[in-house]
């Protein structure tokens, strides 16, 4: 079973806008960590962000994570086109013994 | 280009058949892993492999088998295909035993089609 679930499934924004995605997660983790996926291709890694970590930023890019909630936040700003792409986030489900597990993503599009 | 090698890129084969695929990881990672990806599952993670000894075991049917070789590179073998096998197979690589540690770098997969 996927540890963390990404919301909205799918985001169509208009570029220069804030985009906003987030993920849920159902046990206790270590880390958190944020990929994207341009279609077809390898995920490429974004950020990872520890459990002992609020916030964490990355260029254009600010994660936050709230533990006692179990969710994480993903924010994009000012998109660009080259933004359209799926992201995931993934997490240890138990340990890291199972692998790191991804969600089904969000499915960002970015309208020129 | 994160450095890790994934070979063949398409395949197209016929149900019952059997497939090897292979992996090169980044130079220096020890780990590798291998997932499937899908449009109704999602990215399942299937196998790790740690500097030659397998390290965790997610959903990997019986069919399927993988190792990873003293030079670091790893195969997934898949044998009496389905045309639920259908899939992106993505190898990635890491330097830690633990995947929490740090990032994994994913090539770029294979797509297998079954007939």
């Known amino acids: 079973s996927q540890q963390g679930e990404e919301d909205p499934q799918a985001l169509s924004i208009q570029e220069g806008e804030n985009a906003t995605m987030n993920c849920s997660y159902k046990t206790s983790i270590n880390n958190l960590q944020w990929y994207r996926q341009n279609s077809g291709r390898g995920l490429v890694h974004l950020i990872l962000?520890?459990?002992?970590?609020r916030e964490k930023h990355s260029g254009r890019l600010r994660v936050t994570l709230d533990t006692s909630k179990k969710s994480s936040s993903l924010l994009i700003t000012a998109s660009r086109a080259a933004d359209t792409a799926s992201y995931f986030c993934a997490t240890d489900a138990g340990g890291g013994a199972d692998g790191l597990t991804f969600g089904k993503g969000t499915h960002l599009i970015i309208q020129p | 280009d994160s450095g890790v090698t994934q070979t063949p890129k398409h395949l197209i084969t016929a149900t019952g058949q059997r497939v090897t695929l292979r992996c090169s990881p980044r130079?220096?990672?020890?780990?590798v892993y291998w997932y499937q990806q899908s449009l109704d599952q999602g990215l399942q993670f299937l196998i790790q492999?740690?500097?030659?000894?397998?390290?965790a075991k997610g959903n990997i049917l019986e069919r399927f088998s993988a190792q990873q070789f003293p030079d670091l590179h790893s195969e997934l073998n898949l044998s009496s295909l389905e045309l639920g096998d259908s899939a992106l197979y993505f190898c990635a690589s890491s330097a830690y035993w633990d995947p929490l540690t740090g990032e994994l770098f994913f090539g770029e997969g294979s797509r297998l089609t079954v007939l």
């Open positions: 130079s220096g990672d020890l780990s």
């Open positions: 492999y740690y500097n030659g000894e397998e390290r």
């Open positions: 962000i520890r459990s002992n970590e």
